[in-house]
């Protein structure tokens, strides 16, 4: 005769279906989580997670009897639970039991390590992603959190920081490389080189090398990622490229307007169109007033002229000034340009700050000042001269409403490269921008 079945002794076939159900379950509320954001998306969730709950209810863990099991169901309510917009202490102690069941189940680690990163406690989300890694060295959602987290860790001075950073690239690069084709493991390579551009000041390459990582992970994403075109707007705007920073914010806040991203391409709109409309309008400056602003600007340079850490100091370069209408598109390389502050134009960030000026044959133009912060603004007024050595230049544009607005601008990416009033100006390094705060 077979044996009578018990709360104890449950068909495996009935408690492996209740297992694969809820894992499909959740893979739902991870579609839910990434691409619901109306107005009800807290309700929905955790509607979802109460679906889960009461689905793991009907199989009480005291009536399990095989460790593995038990765990598996451990994790599935602790992973379920973690879904909260908030920490939820249930969650941690449903994983935390799971994983002293079985220590080597790598998904309860990587869940755990979730938790505590919503708890911010970030030496412990270390750890359980680590401890992930030791059970799976190939488990690129380990790979991809630790790499975020290692971004996060306060660290007391700028090597420990910096030197989080690369390790953090190499696990995003890492994840990638375990598939190519995941978006996910793009994306966050790409914020790798993102927040190391913008927190430690390192070359510019690296916003080129995560603006081709955001184009990986949109080519191959399932579903549209409203980060995604934030933080990719973010680096377009930073670079005035500002109509592929408006697209992308607009196209942000379609897809979730609770960030707000409207918001930003609207403040990039208004500054572009009166930007263009003040150079249009030569400042709104009258005619007399302008003569006497420019007749003091130098068409020549008479004396000489010392830029900081500049290539003269070992070897003689000639230069010649040329005004803005005869610089060309990119590097001018040996020109000088003489010119003088109209105003400062404020915006939204900070950097690059941005100047009207005017030169010795009344053109107007933009002047841009990158790895620089707001505090300059107060130091250059109306009226400073500036030499500007190697102009670089570019034609920004916007269409808004059927009509195009552009206009010149000068960037200066290396503050040595300008004098204000025949003075360097000391460099003053440029806060990082907020890119996002979801984990991601």
């Given at each position: 005769?077979?044996?009578?079945?018990?709360?104890?002794?449950?068909?495996?076939?009935?408690?492996?279906?209740?297992?694969?159900?809820?894992?499909?379950?959740?893979?739902?509320?991870?579609?839910?989580?990434r691409t619901y954001f109306s107005k009800d998306r807290n309700r929905q969730i955790k509607s979802k997670i109460d679906e889960?709950?009461?689905?793991?209810?009907?199989?009480?863990?005291?009536?399990?009897?095989?460790?593995?099991?038990?765990?598996?169901?451990?994790?599935?309510?602790?992973?379920?639970?973690?879904?909260?917009?908030?920490?939820?202490?249930?969650?941690?102690?449903?994983?935390?039991?799971?994983?002293?069941?079985?220590?080597?189940?790598?998904?309860?680690?990587?869940?755990?390590?979730?938790?505590?990163?919503?708890?911010?406690?970030?030496?412990?989300?270390?750890?359980?992603?680590?401890?992930?890694?030791?059970?799976?060295?190939?488990?690129?959602?380990?790979?991809?959190?630790?790499?975020?987290?290692?971004?996060?860790?306060?660290?007391?001075?700028?090597?420990?920081?910096?030197?989080?950073?690369?390790?953090?690239?190499?696990?995003?690069?890492?994840?990638?490389?375990?598939?190519?084709?995941?978006?996910?493991?793009?994306?966050?390579?790409?914020?790798?080189?993102?927040?190391?551009?913008?927190?430690?000041?390192?070359?510019?390459?690296?916003?080129?090398?995560?603006?081709?990582?955001?184009?990986?992970?949109?080519?191959?994403?399932?579903?549209?990622?409203?980060?995604?075109?934030?933080?990719?707007?973010?680096?377009?705007?930073?670079?005035?490229?500002?109509?592929?920073?408006?697209?992308?914010?607009?196209?942000?806040?379609?897809?979730?307007?609770?960030?707000?991203?409207?918001?930003?391409?609207?403040?990039?709109?208004?500054?572009?169109?009166?930007?263009?409309?003040?150079?249009?309008?030569?400042?709104?400056?009258?005619?007399?007033?302008?003569?006497?602003?420019?007749?003091?600007?130098?068409?020549?340079?008479?004396?000489?002229?010392?830029?900081?850490?500049?290539?003269?100091?070992?070897?003689?370069?000639?230069?010649?000034?040329?005004?803005?209408?005869?610089?060309?598109?990119?590097?001018?390389?040996?020109?000088?340009?003489?010119?003088?502050?109209?105003?400062?134009?404020?915006?939204?960030?900070?950097?690059?700050?941005?100047?009207?000026?005017?030169?010795?044959?009344?053109?107007?133009?933009?002047?841009?000042?990158?790895?620089?912060?707001?505090?300059?603004?107060?130091?250059?007024?109306?009226?400073?001269?500036?030499?500007?050595?190697?102009?670089?230049?570019?034609?920004?544009?916007?269409?808004?409403?059927?009509?195009?607005?552009?206009?010149?601008?000068?960037k200066v990416t290396d503050i040595t490269q300008i004098l204000v009033n025949g003075q360097a100006l000391v460099s003053k390094q440029a806060q990082s921008l907020a890119v996002?705060?979801?984990?991601?």
């Amino acid at each position: 005769m077979e044996p009578a079945q018990t709360e104890s002794t449950q068909p495996v076939g009935e408690l492996q279906e209740l297992k694969d159900h809820i894992k499909e379950q959740l893979t739902a509320l991870d579609l839910l989580d990434r691409t619901y954001f109306s107005k009800d998306r807290n309700r929905q969730i955790k509607s979802k997670i109460d679906e889960i709950v009461s689905a793991l209810d009907t199989k009480p863990i005291e009536f399990v009897q095989a460790k593995r099991d038990k765990a598996d169901l451990l994790y599935l309510r602790g992973k379920a639970l973690d879904y909260l917009p908030e920490y939820s202490k249930s969650a941690e102690e449903y994983l935390s039991k799971s994983i002293k069941l079985v220590p080597g189940k790598y998904e309860s680690w990587d869940a755990l390590g979730h938790v505590y990163w919503k708890k911010r406690d970030l030496t412990e989300a270390k750890r359980c992603f680590e401890g992930s890694l030791e059970q799976n060295q190939g488990n690129k959602d380990a790979l991809r959190h630790l790499s975020m987290v290692l971004r996060m860790i306060e660290e007391p001075n700028n090597e420990a920081k910096k030197k989080n950073y690369v390790e953090s690239i190499q696990l995003a690069t890492k994840a990638v490389s375990l598939d190519l084709g995941d978006a996910q493991s793009w994306y966050v390579l790409g914020n790798a080189h993102l927040t190391n551009f913008f927190v430690n000041g390192i070359n510019v390459s690296e916003l080129t090398l995560a603006l081709k990582a955001y184009t990986q992970t949109e080519r191959l994403q399932a579903q549209p990622n409203p980060d995604l075109y934030y933080n990719r707007a973010t680096i377009f705007e930073y670079l005035e490229r500002y109509n592929e920073a408006v697209r992308d914010y607009q196209h942000a806040h379609s897809i979730d307007p609770n960030l707000q991203a409207d918001q930003r391409a609207e403040k990039i709109v208004d500054f572009v169109v009166q930007t263009a409309t003040l150079i249009q309008s030569k400042g709104r400056m009258k005619s007399q007033k302008i003569g006497q602003m420019v007749k003091s600007i130098p068409s020549t340079i008479q004396q000489a002229v010392s830029f900081p850490a500049s290539e003269e100091q070992t070897q003689k370069v000639t230069y010649h000034v040329a005004a803005l209408n005869q610089l060309q598109s990119g590097e001018n390389r040996d020109t000088i340009l003489s010119a003088k502050i109209v105003s400062h134009l404020p915006k939204e960030q900070e950097v690059p700050l941005c100047f009207l000026v005017v030169d010795f044959k009344h053109n107007f133009s933009v002047v841009s000042l990158y790895h620089t912060n707001k505090s300059l603004a107060q130091d250059i007024k109306h009226g400073d001269e500036i030499l500007l050595k190697n102009p670089d230049v570019i034609f920004t544009s916007l269409e808004f409403k059927g009509k195009l607005y552009t206009y010149q601008t000068v960037k200066v990416t290396d503050i040595t490269q300008i004098l204000v009033n025949g003075q360097a100006l000391v460099s003053k390094q440029a806060q990082s921008l907020a890119v996002t705060s979801a984990f991601v």
